[in-house]
């Protein structure tokens, strides 16, 4: 083996172990981070209200990563065990749900923002809007048409020989379509993080607007009647 291969292993090698190190920190700290938001957001104080069922519903979710996607990262990457590269059938699901997941957590806390924007609204109709029926209605939605949206990805993943980063020849679950590898990487990009991001700026920017406008009212003086 030739001094680059070497340093190309030992490469390798210190990037898996630095992985293995993140991945476990985030694992303890979600687990412990997302057990203290369970008890936050189920005290009845708190219970009845929309913003904590959009947080209680991603806290969910997000023990799905912690639990279950960051895991089966580890063991993949860490050790080189993947199931789903064994099974076409556990390639389709692992890659749908971990995608599936993460974008509905990433819409969750976009409807926390939105839901602030009409909970703190002068208009009595748009505050109306911001209730625990209305709170579990959307989030049966997003939790339909979110996995819909990925479900184009069950056509196109299918187990493939490739070259590992040791070098070796092994089965792994690929976009073999390079127009489609292309369009999903857009196509997560925007589902997951542009439009997310671009509608948590907007409410977060509208709420903040409204909240000094009530500020502003609130510090000015009444008026004085004067009698002519």
Known sequence: MSLVD??????NTITSVVFL???FVNFFLGIFGLTFNILVFTHPTLRREPCS???????????????????????????NIDVGNENTRICKIEFFTFYTVR????WLITLICIDRYLHSSS???IRRLSSLKNAKLTIGIICIIIPIFYSHTYVFLNLKYVIDQYGNVVSSCVIENSIYSTFIALWHLALYSLCPSFLMLVFGGLTLKYL???????AQPPENNQMH
């Open 6 to 11: 070497d340093t190309i292993q030992q490469i």
């Open 21 to 23: 190190v993140i991945s």
């Open 53 to 79: 069922l959009y947080f209680l519903t991603a806290t969910c979710f997000n023990f799905f990563v912690i639990l279950i996607i960051i895991p089966v990262r580890m063991i993949s990457i860490g050790f």
């Open 103 to 106: 974008a509905i957590c990433s």
């Open 123 to 125: 208009n009595a109709s």
């Open 212 to 218: 000094r406008q009530r500020r502003r009212l609130l």
